[in-house]
């Protein structure tokens, strides 16, 4: 059974939405799981109305406001099926998608080496896929994908629950964002998705939403951020890749004085190799185009919506 995790923070209206797509739904065979991060829009007024008129199950926990990783740990802890599905608010499921995604899931219930699923998304006003088309492969981790398929945009994304139970998002204090390929990395170094090409998944990027403010996420949550390009700089395939997060890795510790960065860095030798590189960029006066131009060709630092 699948648990569809919806975390929302001040989104009624288009929670309603969303709720009218899951409504729709040829198969039932699901739960919705409401992770409410500190709304204070009368999204509980809502979600009261909302389970009345559900036929399937709706779990509603509402949390003091901490960032969507923290909603994203509160799901995985409460989650009682065997498959979760990220489902954003202001996002929507096409009519079969629950019943695809049920039929997909005996494909991979028994392959201890698979995560999940992973799909396109698609525009929720045109259709089109959001990127590029998924390769034509049947099993890839999400690294592989963009990395060596050289695939861009985001994704659905179904995971096995006993999975992201071992895999929790770090919670730093006074911070309230981390880019979910601090995760999301360490789960694809030793598990790989199913691949799918079926449109389940619709979407619209909202102005006041995270993809639309990474800067100014970034420099509020200097520690997540700086765990983003270490996960980036960590787990590049290619070696080019590898330096450029690297030293941005270096430059960025250096800029918001944080600590440790040395210490927990993997690879010290190239940690110390590096360095010096990262002095001269720092003397230029951190060159703004530097980290525009890697951030921008990889998913590694594009934020959820």
Known sequence: MITVFTPTYNRKELLKRCFNSLLQQTDKNFKWLIVDDGSIDDT???????????????????QQNGGKHRAHNTAVKLCDTNYFLILDSDDILSKNAIEVLNKKISLIDNQNNISGILGNRFYIENQKVIGTVVPDIKYASGIELYQKYNFKGD?????????????????????????????FDRIDQKYKFLIIKDKLYLCE?????????????KYNNPIGYSLSLKSASETAINFGQKINWTILYIIWCKKMKLKNSFKEYKNKILYV?????????????????????????????????
């Open 44 to 62: 509980d007024k809502l979600v009261s109305i909302l389970k009345k008129e559900a036929p399937f199950e709706i779990i509603y926990f509402y």
């Open 155 to 183: 994704t659905l994304r179904l995971y096995k629950t006993k999975i992201l139970k071992e895999y929790l998002f770090p919670e730093i204090p006074n911070e309230k964002f981390i880019s979910e390929n601090v995760v």
């Open 205 to 217: 990027y909202q102005e006041n939403g995270y993809s639309n403010s990474i800067n100014k996420l």
């Open 273 to 305: 190799i590096l360095y010096p590189i990262s002095q001269v960029f720092i003397l230029m006066r951190y060159p703004r185009f530097f980290f525009k131009i890697f951030e921008n060709e990889s998913f590694h630092l594009k934020s959820s919506k």
